[in-house]
């Protein structure tokens, strides 16, 4: 018998075996489905077949990394780092990558298509056809449609599901939720500053080993990133001085020079009190500024808006309104009167106030040391919990020992309701110490998003002009609050309890939807509240010998020598076909993912020499990964500070499109729930913080095995709260509000503060004993976040909780 033919008889007995399932609930149908032998460890034997294949793994951690794989029996039975790549240093692996081998074959796979027979949340299903559950699927999308018109339904791929394409949005202009509200808390403080993507660093972090000091600012690789610890590592061996600033004392924190334990959601007190002492201590790189920075643009203090010229400008792309505007000017000290910035016969004022045709004119710099003038030490150092001398210290060392380099994290400070003022704030510190653009200086979110490897060309599959997505007038995270017109929903992947705060609330707003499907790999938290359920493959499966095609670490990787899909599962791409061929589309979308990959790479050397030789035969031939000519460990991007995709082409501090609301400077906000002075503390005294871990990404893993045998649910709580409440490591505690509550098991931890809580970020609803994490969660709204790039972020951190014994 051949190996295909065994493939196929396995896929046989599963199909029948998950056809006897019958009209059980979905834990009955996957008992009867999940087979021993095939869910069991791969065992060793003489007859047994091998072959390796190199497959794209994850690209939601941003790493990409390609892992060799050993497949035996058709089975995924090692994973190990790639062994095709241009040198060591794009050559790695972490827990999450050498855990797909039981990941892949978890009990909580989703196996077949399955219809909800009991309400929405009882997680009551019988298994259907994949025809009955597509036509289902597509009738009901259309009849939304057609009573209350194409924004009435709501399409969203996850980061949970495959991002490579989304075509089935644009193919009936449905509504696909509008900002993400995540990881983008700082970006929207940063973006108006040096431009809408200015979180991702212009340098790579190879330069780590170069820079004097870097401070990890809420940010912690080497738990959350930890493939990307490594740039990190070799700056401490080469003597870099390392603070890591988190409320908690985490795996980089152990690692580091100095930890900074600030108090949850004060990090921008921290970093005002950094700017106050750079001021007033004079630390500030006045070259840099001149040149680089809107410090000399001329305000009109009476009206708060900056003074500019009648010759226009391109809009800011960081803003929402995106009004143009007026060049900026200056007050050249040589004609004694305001000038364009960009005039080089200008030599401008840095500070000075001017009155001039009816106007009091000011420099923002000016305005800048005004408002510091407000500030004092001694306040930031009690709002943050960081001593004054210690804050001095830490800008001494930033300013005048540099090259220095800022790297921010997604998540910790930035998921409090005040992370654009952090955001805000930390631009104006890099900007006035002068430390971008050079070797060893610079900010933002390196890991993985750093300008780290060259960038390929590849061709993006386009559908016509009259495909493309609907108006979201309402974004994902706002419709159980906000009016709109969604009756009907289809995701790939648990959005609605990844994507929100306070479940309980999204929960009840998906209940109220006439229909909801979810295409997911596992049985996620939103798989019980759907209607019909689809099971999707991992991304070591397909229904061909290759997948994705991707530009990662500076390679080209074409994913192939693939495994059979598991059970019924289908790979993304066939899903979307058979649902566009509902609607009669299908011919508008790729038939393969060969027919894809080859079409990416077509001619994209004539556009790019760079390109030459890297062709879809070339990649099979090479087990699927190329390296681009300038990759390696030497590469480094020149990134500068000469221009920025701000309206001015320099840093640009002043907000002026938030005069009216107070913020034109980063004037210091508490968080929305989550501050001292809060009287909810009184009957909610503890801080409740989530973030990343090396076990998972976000929600993804929660079903593997192996890890859920040491890392379930657990609170980390300190020994202080946890003796004054009688808790002790493996009891189950409830955490609540007034919004929600969960059990989950108590890990007393001292590398907490006292009165902070923090727990990894949120698994499957189906691991607790009661609840889930996103049930105390916070769903407040920053009301100028509607008029930032990004939207407003979900808080998640910006709660308060009591914790007592379950």
Same mark, same amino acid.
């Given at each position: 018998?051949?190996?295909?033919?065994?493939?196929?008889?396995?896929?046989?007995?599963?199909?029948?075996?998950?056809?006897?399932?019958?009209?059980?609930?979905?834990?009955?149908?996957? /008992?009867?489905?999940?087979?021993?032998?095939?869910?069991?460890?791969?065992?060793?034997?003489?007859?047994?077949?091998?072959?390796?294949?190199?497959?794209?793994?994850?690209?939601?951690?941003?790493?990409?990394?390609?892992?060799?794989?050993?497949?035996?029996?058709?089975?995924?039975?090692?994973?190990?780092?790639?062994?095709?790549?241009?040198?060591?240093?794009?050559?790695?692996?972490?827990?999450?990558?050498?855990?797909?081998?039981?990941?892949?074959?978890?009990?909580?796979?989703?196996?077949?298509?399955?219809?909800?027979?009991?309400?929405?949340?009882?997680?009551?299903?019988?298994?259907?056809?994949?025809?009955?559950?597509?036509?289902?699927?597509?009738?009901?999308?259309?009849?939304?449609?057609?009573?209350?018109?194409?924004?009435?339904?709501?399409?969203?791929?996850?980061?949970?599901?495959?991002?490579?394409?989304?075509?089935?949005?644009?193919?009936?202009?449905?509504?696909?939720?509008?900002?993400? /509200? %995540?990881?983008?808390?700082?970006?929207?403080?940063?973006?108006?500053?040096?431009?809408?993507?200015?979180?991702?660093?212009?340098?790579?972090?190879?330069?780590?080993?170069?820079?004097?000091?870097?401070?990890? %600012?809420?940010?912690?690789? %080497?738990?959350?990133?930890?493939?990307?610890?490594? +740039?990190?590592?070799?700056?401490? $061996?080469?003597?870099?001085?390392?603070?890591?600033?988190?409320?908690? &004392?985490?795996?980089?924190?152990?690692?580091?020079?100095?930890?900074?334990?600030?108090?949850?959601?004060?990090?921008?007190?921290?970093?005002?009190?950094?700017?106050?002492?750079?001021?007033?201590?004079?630390?500030?790189?006045?070259?840099?500024?001149?040149?680089?920075?809107?410090?000399?643009?001329?305000?009109?203090?009476?009206?708060?808006?900056?003074?500019?010229?009648?010759?226009?400008?391109?809009?800011? !792309?960081?803003?929402?309104?995106?009004?143009?505007?007026?060049?900026?000017?200056?007050?050249?000290?040589?004609?004694?009167? +305001?000038?364009?910035?960009?005039? +080089?016969?200008?030599?401008?004022? %840095?500070? #000075?106030?001017?009155? &001039?045709?009816?106007? =009091?004119?000011?420099?923002?710099?000016?305005?800048?040391?005004?408002?510091?003038? /407000?500030?004092?030490?001694?306040?930031?150092?009690?709002?943050?919990?960081?001593?004054?001398?210690?804050?001095?210290?830490?800008?001494?060392?930033?300013?005048?020992?540099?090259?220095?380099?800022?790297?921010?994290?997604?998540?910790?400070?930035?998921? @409090? !309701?005040?992370?654009?003022?952090?955001?805000?704030?930390?631009?104006?510190?890099?900007?006035?110490? #002068?430390?971008?653009?050079? =070797? #060893?200086?610079?900010?933002?979110?390196?890991?993985?998003?750093?300008?780290?490897?060259?960038?390929?060309?590849?061709?993006?599959?386009?559908?016509?002009?009259?495909?493309?997505?609907?108006?979201?007038?309402?974004?994902?995270?706002?419709?159980?609050?906000?009016?709109?017109?969604?009756?009907?929903?289809?995701?790939?992947?648990?959005a609605f309890t990844l994507e929100a705060g306070a479940a309980n609330d999204m929960l009840n707003w998906v209940k109220s939807l006439d229909f909801f499907a979810i295409c997911d790999l596992y049985h996620s938290s939103a798989v019980d509240y759907a209607d019909i359920v689809l099971p999707a493959c991992t991304k070591f499966e397909c229904e061909e010998n290759v997948k994705q095609l991707r530009d990662s670490l500076g390679h080209v990787m074409l994913a192939n020598g693939m495994i059979d899909p598991l059970f019924e599962s289908k790979s993304d791409l066939q899903i979307e076909r058979l649902l566009a061929a509902q609607w009669g589309y299908e011919d508008y979308l790729p038939k393969t993912y060969e027919e894809l990959?080859?079409?990416?790479?077509?001619?994209?050397?004539?556009?790019?020499?760079?390109?030459?030789?890297?062709?879809?035969?070339?990649?099979?031939?090479?087990?699927?990964?190329?390296?681009?000519?300038?990759?390696?460990?030497?590469?480094?991007?020149?990134?500068?500070?000469?221009?920025?995709?701000?309206?001015?082409?320099?840093?640009?501090?002043?907000?002026?499109?938030?005069?009216?609301?107070?913020?034109?400077?980063?004037?210091? $906000?508490?968080?929305? $729930?989550?501050?001292?002075?809060?009287?909810? =503390?009184?009957?909610?005294?503890?801080?409740?913080?989530?973030?990343?871990?090396? @076990?998972?990404?976000?929600? @993804?893993?929660?079903?593997?095995?192996?890890?859920?045998?040491?890392?379930?649910?657990?609170?980390?709580?300190?020994?202080?709260?946890?003796?004054?409440?009688?808790?002790?490591?493996?009891?189950?505690?409830?955490?609540?509000?007034?919004?929600?509550?969960?059990?989950?098991?108590?890990?007393?931890?001292?590398?907490?503060?006292?009165?902070?809580?923090?727990?990894?970020?949120? !698994?499957?609803?189906?691991?607790?004993?009661?609840?889930?994490?996103?049930?105390?969660?916070?769903?407040?709204?920053?009301?100028?976040?509607?008029?930032?790039?990004? #939207?407003?972020?979900?808080? @998640?951190?910006?709660?308060?909780?009591?914790?007592?014994?379950?």
């Amino acid at each position: 018998m051949s190996e295909s033919q065994k493939t196929l008889s396995r896929r046989g007995f599963l199909k029948g075996a998950g056809a006897a399932a019958g009209a059980l609930g979905l834990a009955g149908a996957a /008992g009867m489905t999940a087979t021993n032998n095939w869910l069991a460890p791969a065992t060793a034997h003489a007859e047994g077949e091998e072959r390796v294949a190199h497959l794209c793994h994850q690209f939601h951690c941003l790493t990409g990394c390609n892992l060799k794989c050993t497949i035996r029996d058709e089975r995924v039975s090692l994973i190990e780092p790639s062994d095709l790549m241009s040198d060591d240093t794009h050559s790695h692996i972490c827990l999450r990558g050498i855990a797909e081998v039981d990941h892949i074959y978890s009990k909580d796979r989703l196996q077949v298509p399955l219809k909800r027979v009991g309400e929405r949340g009882e997680g009551e299903f019988v298994q259907i056809s994949w025809d009955e559950a597509i036509k289902t699927i597509a009738d009901n999308l259309k009849e939304a449609q057609q009573k209350y018109g194409e924004g009435a339904v709501f399409i969203r791929k996850s980061t949970e599901a495959g991002l490579d394409f989304d075509f089935l949005t644009q193919l009936i202009h449905a509504d696909s939720g509008g900002n993400w /509200g %995540l990881d983008r808390g700082q970006a929207n403080g940063l973006g108006p500053a040096f431009g809408p993507w200015s979180y991702l660093p212009n340098r790579s972090h190879w330069e780590f080993k170069d820079a004097a000091t870097i401070i990890e %600012l809420s940010h912690n690789p %080497l738990e959350s990133a930890m493939v990307w610890s490594r +740039p990190l590592m070799d700056a401490k $061996e080469a003597g870099t001085y390392i603070v890591c600033i988190d409320p908690r &004392f985490t795996g980089t924190a152990a690692k580091a020079n100095e930890w900074l334990p600030v108090k949850p959601g004060t990090d921008a007190a921290l970093i005002q009190g950094m700017l106050k002492a750079l001021v007033d201590n004079g630390w500030y790189d006045e070259e840099f500024i001149m040149a680089h920075t809107s410090c000399p643009y001329l305000v009109d203090r009476t009206t708060g808006k900056s003074y500019r010229s009648a010759e226009v400008m391109a809009p800011s !792309t960081a803003v929402v309104s995106g009004e143009e505007v007026g060049a900026p000017l200056v007050w050249d000290t040589v004609t004694n009167a +305001p000038a364009l910035y960009d005039d +080089p016969a200008v030599v401008p004022a %840095l500070e #000075g106030e001017w009155d &001039f045709e009816g106007a =009091k004119l000011v420099t923002e710099f000016t305005l800048i040391k005004e408002w510091l003038d /407000g500030i004092t030490l001694e306040w930031a150092a009690s709002t943050s919990g960081i001593d004054q001398e210690t804050i001095v210290a830490l800008t001494d060392r930033y300013a005048n020992n540099g090259p220095a380099i800022i790297d921010i994290g997604l998540g910790g400070a930035d998921k @409090y !309701t005040n992370a654009d003022v952090l955001g805000h704030a930390t631009a104006m510190l890099v900007a006035l110490a #002068g430390q971008y653009g050079k =070797k #060893g200086a610079g900010y933002g979110s390196y890991c993985g998003l750093g300008a780290n490897d060259p960038g390929s060309t590849l061709n993006w599959w386009s559908l016509p002009e009259e495909f493309y997505y609907g108006e979201s007038p309402v974004s994902m995270y706002d419709m159980p609050y906000q009016e709109n017109n969604i009756h009907a929903a289809l995701t790939f992947g648990d959005a609605f309890t990844l994507e929100a705060g306070a479940a309980n609330d999204m929960l009840n707003w998906v209940k109220s939807l006439d229909f909801f499907a979810i295409c997911d790999l596992y049985h996620s938290s939103a798989v019980d509240y759907a209607d019909i359920v689809l099971p999707a493959c991992t991304k070591f499966e397909c229904e061909e010998n290759v997948k994705q095609l991707r530009d990662s670490l500076g390679h080209v990787m074409l994913a192939n020598g693939m495994i059979d899909p598991l059970f019924e599962s289908k790979s993304d791409l066939q899903i979307e076909r058979l649902l566009a061929a509902q609607w009669g589309y299908e011919d508008y979308l790729p038939k393969t993912y060969e027919e894809l990959a080859r079409f990416m790479l077509d001619g994209v050397a004539e556009l790019d020499p760079r390109m030459e030789g890297i062709t879809y035969e070339a990649l099979l031939a090479n087990g699927g990964v190329m390296a681009l000519p300038e990759t390696g460990p030497d590469y480094r991007p020149d990134g500068t500070a000469d221009f920025f995709l701000t309206p001015s082409g320099r840093i640009e501090l002043y907000f002026e499109y938030l005069y009216d609301q107070g913020h034109q400077l980063p004037v210091y $906000e508490d968080a929305n $729930e989550a501050f001292e002075s809060n009287p909810k =503390k009184a009957q909610f005294p503890l801080y409740f913080t989530q973030g990343k871990s090396r @076990y998972r990404i976000h929600a @993804y893993y929660s079903a593997c095995e192996w890890f859920a045998e040491d890392f379930g649910p657990a609170l980390n709580i300190a020994p202080e709260d946890a003796e004054a409440r009688g808790i002790q490591t493996g009891d189950d505690v409830r955490v609540y509000n007034d919004r929600g509550s969960f059990v989950a098991t108590a890990l007393v931890n001292r590398s907490l503060q006292p009165g902070v809580l923090f727990m990894a970020e949120t !698994t499957y609803t189906r691991y607790y004993k009661e609840g889930f994490l996103q049930n105390v969660t916070n769903s407040a709204r920053l009301e100028r976040g509607y008029s930032m790039f990004f #939207g407003p972020q979900i808080p @998640y951190n910006d709660v308060l909780v009591e914790v007592e014994k379950a």
